[in-house]
């Protein structure tokens, strides 16, 4: 695979995209995370994609992701082009992971959560990553078993831009150190698959929840070495509890399977779009999602999206 087996890129033109894991059903926090990305990218008259982050098979529950699309689509909130499946991926990930390795920067490690836990010095930060200490970077024990094959991170900051949150700098050893590509039982991680997925659609707009944040850099760091292009970011404020704690992503769930999005669908849009400080105009509460959605597209405004997730969506 090449650097010109992209689909669909283009300098010139957004690509933005939403990527639900079809392990649950979409909630307030998805919801703004779908129409936040949907503006940016339609605002500048770019594409906007969905993919389906199904990787991690174990957790995914039968007729979610019809689920996720029919709500989507209840919205008006109506992807460009095939919908991706990490599950399709496979391959890719496959061919990227072992550039990685044939450059020296992969190591296998035999050693488990416990005993990384164990030795980690700092309390564990928010993504729930303990900071690996690089145990089996030395190489690998005979009688070792693989638990998984880890990259090398770089003793310097990596640092970013993200719109709404400014100049971001992450030491990576701190964070999370070496991290995990491919779990032993060969499962490809979240940060490599996000990686090369968003690099084969031409993503060029990341907008997300917040809670992702902390991952940026570990995938900058991977596009880097992987020589793809950095996309831009805009984390979004996460929805949060009256009592400004986290919701889980059990509360607050929107589907179309549950029944509770049909005839709800505009309350619940205005809601979003409110959660991110775009001002609409009284006449269009009455209007349809796709009328709502087309008025937003053209007068969003990134600057209006407010510091802080301090309000519940619907
Ligand atoms: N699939 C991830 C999630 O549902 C989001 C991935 C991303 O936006 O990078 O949390």
């Not at 700092?122 to 690996?132: G, K």
């Amino acid at each position: 695979m090449s650097a010109d087996n992209r689909e669909g890129h283009s300098d010139r033109h957004v690509v933005g995209r939403f990527a639900p894991s079809p392990t649950g059903a979409l909630h307030t926090g998805s919801l703004v995370a779908a129409v936040g990305s949907y503006l940016m990218a339609k605002h500048s008259g770019g594409r906007w994609l969905l993919r389906l982050d199904d990787l991690d098979t174990q957790r995914q529950i039968p007729g979610m992701a019809d689920d996720i699309m029919r709500t989507l689509e209840s919205f008006g909130l109506l992807w460009d082009g095939e919908v991706a499946r990490q599950s399709g991926h496979l391959k890719e990930y496959q061919y990227f992971f072992e550039s990685l390795q044939q450059a020296g920067m992969v190591y296998q490690c035999g050693c488990s959560r416990k005993e990384i836990a164990r030795s980690a010095s700092a309390p564990h930060n928010e993504d729930d990553c303990i900071p690996y200490l690089g145990t089996c970077r030395g190489g690998a024990k005979e009688d070792m078993v693989t638990r998984s094959w880890r990259v090398i991170v770089p003793e310097e900051e990596i640092c970013f831009s993200d719109h709404r949150k400014g100049r971001l700098c992450q030491m990576l050893p701190a964070v999370c150190g070496d991290f995990i590509l491919k779990r032993g039982d060969g499962e490809f991680a979240y940060q490599l698959a996000v990686v090369v997925d968003d690099y084969l659609a031409g993503v060029n707009q990341v907008v997300r929840g917040e809670d992702l944040l902390a991952s940026t850099p570990r995938q900058i760091y991977l596009q880097r070495l992987l020589g793809f292009p950095e996309p831009e970011y805009c984390h979004l404020p996460l929805v949060v509890g009256p009592d400004g704690s986290k919701l889980s992503k059990r509360d607050h769930l929107i589907s179309h399977q549950l029944g509770n999005v049909v005839g709800r669908d505009q309350e619940l849009l205005i809601a979003t779009l409110r959660f991110l400080g775009q001002n609409l105009p009284q006449e269009l509460v009455d209007c349809s999602c796709s009328d709502i959605l087309e008025w937003s597209v053209s007068h969003f405004k990134r600057v209006q999206i407010p510091d802080h997730g301090d309000a519940v969506a619907a």
